[in-house]
């Protein structure tokens, strides 16, 4: 029954993004392993890098069936193997770790998006390897000393009703402790905005075109930005903050990727910031928190733009599948 079922548009946005994604991470890991040192890192990207070429594998058999025309994604020719190392074999790991955390937000909606049994499948496997992958990278970085807990509150032993609008106010007068779910969205956005930083720093030295390498550095200015907000308000708050990963890049300016593989990175990872930012708002109740949010979002917003004008200047975006453009293909 479900091979007479044409595809809906959610289905073909999500295998399409889900191609180049995995496309992007298969050409990423093969240098990752070339230089990986570490053997129990190297163990848990292996794992990752046959998700990747398993997603592939699936996903060409789809569009096969579908004649649904097969993305380019990328390819060896988006790869330098006998480019020295960027960054530290501890990098990588909480790189993959905070990938498969966003796996773990894309492979979900792409799975309740879903109307067909056999694509429902696909999603429903992505998602569970995907939290196999995450586990045993958590696991790794606590074995080897590099993950950094959230802070920790006292467990709450009675239940309050808030009677008072102040708990809203944060611009003026006293304010309010911060809840456990802000200090929960303020700790992963400092988390992610280390790493961001991290990894565009290293593009920013590694790029082969000046603007390329100029937007990695701006990225970056902006990531150490939001990170010092962030960090602010959790410092006024006396709780902890998370370490940052710029000490882990390597002094190296030969580019183990293309441009074209870096820029779709910085635009997926922008658009994921985005996202973070949109639930972070949503459980932000004090309002300086939710203005500041705000700023960053809208920061966000416009390099994720710039992000995608610069692909689109250099030929390197593929338009993503569209509906049809009724005026355009009317007659006369």
Sequence with gaps: MTANVELTSSEIANLWLEYLDNSAMVTKLKYVLKIMEDA?????????????????????EIFEKEKFAEPIGFTDADLNLSAPRLFSDTFFLVFLQNKMDMNLST????????????????FNQTLLTSIQLFNEATDLMLEKGIYVRPPFIPIPKTVDMTERQSF?????????????????????????????NALLLGYSRVAE?????????????????????????????????????????????????????????????????????????????????????????????????????????????????????FKKSTKG
């Design 40 to 60: 129990e890192i190297r163990t848990v990207i292996e794992k990752a890098q046959q998700f990747s070429e398993s997603n592939i594998m699936q996903l060409r």
């Design 107 to 122: 492979n979900s909606m792409a799975f309740s998006h879903a109307t067909r049994s056999d694509i429902r499948d696909f």
């Design 168 to 196: 809203l106010s944060g611009f003026t007068g006293e304010r309010r402790p911060l809840t456990a779910m802000e200090i929960d969205a303020l700790f992963f956005n400092i988390n992610r905005n280390a790493l961001g």
């Design 209 to 325: 075109s000046k603007e390329v390498r100029e937007h990695s550095r701006l990225g970056s200015e902006i990531s150490k930005k939001h990170l010092e907000t962030f960090s602010s308000i959790l410092l006024a708050e006396d709780v902890g903050t998370p370490m940052a990963w710029s000490s882990k890049i390597e002094d190296t300016t030969i580019s183990p990727f293309s441009d074209k593989l870096i820029m779709f990175e910085v635009a997926a990872t922008t658009q994921a910031g985005i996202g973070y930012y949109g639930r972070s708002i949503a459980s932000a109740f004090r309002h300086d928190l939710g203005a500041r949010y705000m700023k960053c979002l809208t920061d966000s917003i416009r390099y994720g733009e710039d992000s995608v004008n610069l692909i689109i200047k250099n030929g390197w975006m593929e338009e993503p599948p569209q509906a049809i453009n």
